[in-house]
């Protein structure tokens, strides 16, 4: 009994360690987030909107990214937990060349779909001329925010190979490095001090895309600076020639999990347009939501990446069963997070949206109640976050795509879709209707990862 308790605590000393930094990391980012938005929402609720729509586009280009890496990052934790440096080089390679492949794509598609994206989210119920001065500052925004895509996509590239080797704070110094660039750009640049032109919601783009290019910086000289902690960098850029047997287990373990992220983030987005095609309300209370839930969720989802990380090192070091016995006792660690900071979250729910002053009293009932929603159902957001990132780390990627976004796209999305168009059910019914089918999805998580199939050494 007190072995197996020692080992317990092992097991969830392990994964704080890889956890905490990244939470911390997530927390200060999200804050600084939230501290964005309630600048921006000082200007107008409309630069609110605008910024908002934008940041949807934003949203679904940093999750292809986000899968790209991850797909080859199931790898290099695995060549890690079996200390094989020249995999960690090749996987860091893959990384780079598709991030940077995404981002050239990405930039086209903003660059000349601006319009017709950012248009899409301003077809509900409201005044005209608000819904056009959204649209400006929205495509205004996003194109500048277009210069930041190549810097995320590197950044990317680094952080994620230096979380997958367990150097987790490396990133968090780095994003704090941005952060801080990024504050003092909005200040300066949104309300125009120091003598700097006022540029409202444009200023917090050009501040964003600057703080970007510190991260990615901060980053380049760390790793390039400190070679035996990063042995994986030395001869890095040699070449960047990958094996043609590794790449293709790259590309088929990393395809479905880059489709993946794209079609989650791509069905998230329809999710919100189709709460925005009710009223154009939506969109503010939206931007006013996430910004409170994104700092309540780092625990969760920090713990969720520490899972798959911890676990793809125990499967890389040869111990499957291992990992299969220590699966739910990761999990329900991580409800416990999540269900900590969804109490919060209720709590703080009736205050939040009052430090908004320019939000009208509708704008501010809805994102009362979307945080309330979000709060009750973390703790299941926890469980197939965590669920999805262990199924992960043994390679079964495409079933992890249908069990994330094939799950958003066959039941979410077409739910949303004829919630909005074909009934009048209040936008808050229709918005608690459409989350509460993420206990399907946790059901459906808990049998995949009882069933052991994703516990493979795939290294």
Avoid at 428 to 445: D, F, N, P, R, S
Wanted: with cysteine; charged share 10%; glycine share 8%.
């Amino acid at each position: 009994m007190i072995l197996a308790v020692n080992k317990n605590k092992e097991l969830y000393r392990s994964l704080l360690k890889i956890a905490v930094p990244m939470m911390i990391q997530n927390g200060v980012s999200q804050i600084v987030n939230l501290l964005d938005n309630f600048m921006i929402g000082q200007v107008s609720t409309n630069a609110l909107s605008g910024v908002g729509i934008a940041n949807q586009m934003m949203f679904v280009f940093f999750l292809m990214t986000f899968g790209a890496t991850a797909g080859s990052g199931i790898f290099t934790a695995q060549y890690y937990g079996n200390r094989d440096w020249e995999g960690v080089r090749i996987t860091f390679r893959f990384k780079l060349v598709t991030n940077l492949i995404l981002s050239v794509l990405a930039c086209f598609i903003f660059l000349f779909g601006a319009g017709f994206l950012v248009s899409r989210f301003l077809m509900g119920e409201g005044n005209p001329a608000d819904a056009a001065e959204s649209f400006n500052i929205g495509v205004q925004y996003l194109q500048v925010m277009v210069i930041s895509l190549i810097p995320i996509g590197i950044c990317q590239s680094y952080a994620g190979t230096l979380r997958d080797i367990g150097q987790t704070k490396v990133p968090l110094v780095a994003s704090a490095c941005a952060i801080i660039v990024n504050f003092t750009g909005n200040l300066l640049l949104i309300y125009g001090l120091l003598g700097f032109p006022a540029l409202g919601a444009l200023g917090a783009a050009i501040a964003t895309v600057i703080s970007r290019f510190v991260e990615l910086g901060v980053l380049v000289v760390y790793v390039a600076t400190h070679k035996k902690q990063c042995p994986f960098i030395v001869g890095a850029f040699r070449h960047f020639k990958i094996p043609g047997r590794m790449a293709r287990e790259f590309i088929v373990k990393a395809t479905p999990l880059l489709l993946n992220e794209t079609m989650w983030s791509f069905g998230i987005t329809m999710l919100n347009q189709s709460y925005s095609y009710r009223t154009l309300d939506a969109m503010a209370a939206i931007q006013i939501e996430t910004s409170i839930y994104n700092v309540m969720m780092v625990a969760f989802v920090a713990m969720g990446e520490a899972v798959g990380i911890l676990t793809g090192q125990i499967l890389g070091s040869g111990k499957v069963e291992e990992a299969k016995k220590n699966a739910f006792k990761m999990i329900w660690f991580t409800v416990a997070f999540g269900a900590l900071f969804g109490i919060l979250m209720i709590c703080v729910s009736p205050f939040f949206p009052s430090i908004f002053p320019d939000a009208t009293v509708s704008i501010k009932n809805i994102a009362t109640w979307l945080i309330v929603i979000n709060g009750v159902l973390m703790p299941f957001y926890s469980f197939t976050h965590a669920s999805y990132f262990i199924i992960r780390s043994g390679g079964k990627t495409l079933i992890t795509m249908i069990f994330d976004s094939g799950f958003v796209w066959i039941l979410s999305v077409p739910f949303a879709f004829l919630l909005s168009h074909y009934t009048s059910m209040p936008l808050i019914w229709m918005v608690a209707a459409v989350q509460a089918l993420e206990l399907i999805k946790c059901v459906t998580g808990g049998l995949f990862v009882k069933s052991g199939i994703w516990a493979k050494n795939i290294t």
